[in-house]
């Protein structure tokens, strides 16, 4: 059995294919675009599925789609009329948005792949976040949670999954979402929504978390996990283009940070970068926290785009009493393309689970002959070598301090450069960041690497033990 799930008219579009419950291909649509978090319908992401699974569309038996339509589009209508007439500008560009595309997916997929709408399925987005992590997982049972900027109304959610079904049972709907939440201060910093939430994450450290009395004054949160932002202080249900308003800006007392003034390196901002980091991974190990005593579940399966960032999900490794954590690797939005599909597979038609990851590289791969073409058609200086050439020739640039651009195989899936497609260079000198930041252009200084070691020098790197 074939099926087909996509994702997009949000951001990250994307496609997977899986065969019997086996994941043949999987792939984000910015890859074959090349525009960043492109979210237009994926026809190149599913080409290249049905390309990889050596199918048509003639053969696939069901087509998901990741989120409900007008679950979603219902969510909009009634924010307006709860605030009406305050947001009627964001709701008018909203309602001609959906008016003339994302409403109407079920007919896009159907005209595009040229099949029956009785095939075309829509998941949840929240019940897509989870099947995409538990699924993919090597737990027989977990518990499981989503939290992201929003779904359809969910914006985290928690429940339990065993064997091949997953029950999303308890959740905070928006407009109160630990996504918007720090998605507000990513914009305040000057940095762009849905893409600069890393660079939030990654500035954090450079600060002093010494804000985080007021960061607290933005959200509520009860004994039970569930948690409440305090409106007043936020502008994303007013408005599609500033997430905050003067009462926010009031309470830090300096001005949002310009972009093109780039005054973001002032400390105060570093300062509440690390308070709002701070906020969210408290908030977010309560929840974990609460799910583990009522679970009683040891294993936990993550996904959603909050989980995304790293420093929190080692918070919830470490605090929250879970003995394993899993965090799908597309985490956001583009893993829901396969999160869908596999919860059609298992959940609704019951199959029992047989795979789970082994590896990430579902994406394309470059052929000899177009690397050679590229070769000679940009002039490039080249000399092909033997792997043991290219391994001892690597290290050797390493050790001199070069920066290496590596490609091999098949590209990873989900936003991690996880050694497919990677930029390399010796973690060891402190001095190495900047250097690399330095050759690729208009990169902030504070931006972070991932380090990667060897398995067996794990514990020797890092602060973790098995
Ligand atoms: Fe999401």
């Known amino acids: 059995m074939r099926i087909l799930g996509i994702s997009c008219y949000y951001h990250d579009a994307a496609a997977a294919l899986i065969e ?3 994941i043949i291909a999987a792939a984000e649509e910015e890859r074959f675009t090349r525009v960043k978090h492109d979210s237009n319908f994926p026809k190149n992401a599913i080409d290249f599925c049905l390309g990889e699974g050596k199918i048509t569309s003639n053969d696939l038996d069901y087509v998901v789609f990741y989120e409900k339509p007008f679950l979603k589009f219902e969510r909009i209508t009634l924010s307006f009329l709860a605030t009406a007439p305050y947001a009627r500008e964001s709701f008018v560009s909203a309602y001609r948005m959906w008016i003339k595309d994302k409403l109407w997916i079920k007919t896009a997929i159907g005209s595009y792949l040229k099949i029956s709408p009785k095939k075309i399925l829509f998941s949840e987005h929240h019940v897509s976040h989870a099947a995409s992590s538990f699924y993919t997982s090597p737990f027989k049972r977990s518990a499981l949670l989503t939290c992201d900027g929003v779904g359809e109304w969910m914006t985290t959610a928690w429940g339990k999954a065993e064997k091949n079904k997953i029950h999303l049972d308890y959740g905070v709907k928006f407009p109160h979402s630990l996504g918007l939440f720090y998605s507000t201060f990513t914009q ?57 308003n003067d009462k926010f800006t009031r309470l830090f007392d300096v001005p949002p940070v310009d972009p093109k003034k780039s005054n973001r390196v002032v400390k105060v901002y570093a300062d509440i970068a690390a308070s709002a980091q701070k906020v969210l991974e408290d908030k977010l190990v309560v929840i974990a926290k609460m799910i583990r005593k009522k679970t009683g579940e040891k294993n936990l399966c993550y996904a959603g785009g909050v989980a995304l960032n790293g420093v929190a999900n080692w918070k919830i490794f470490k605090e929250a009493g879970f003995k394993n954590v899993f965090i799908h690797p597309a985490a956001g939005d583009s893993g829901g393309a396969l999160g869908a599909a596999l919860y059609l597979y298992h959940h609704i038609l019951g199959h029992p689970r047989r795979y789970n990851f082994r590896h990430v590289y579902f994406g394309d791969k470059n052929k000899e002959e177009d690397i050679r073409r590229f070769i000679e058609e940009n002039g490039i200086k080249a000399k092909k070598l033997s792997n043991d050439q290219l391994e001892n020739k690597v290290v050797n640039l390493l050790y001199k301090k070069k920066v290496v651009g590596w490609v091999q195989g098949r590209f990873e899936w989900g936003p991690r450069a996880l050694g497919a497609r990677s930029i390399l260079a010796d973690p060891r000198d402190k001095k190495i960041r900047t250097l690399v930041n330095s050759k690729i252009k208009f990169r902030e200084a504070f931006r972070p690497f991932a380090p990667v070691a060897v398995y067996e020098d794990g514990e020797k790197y890092f602060d973790i033990k098995n």
């Open 188 to 244: 305040f910093l000057g940095f762009q929504i849905n893409e600069g939430e890393y660079k939030v994450m990654g500035l954090a450290p450079y600060g002093t978390p010494r804000y985080v009395d007021k960061v607290e004054k933005l959200i509520h949160q009860s004994e039970d996990g569930s948690f409440q932002l305090d409106l007043s202080y936020f502008n994303f249900h007013l408005s599609d283009k500033v997430s905050f």
């Open 20 to 22: 019997d419950g086996k």
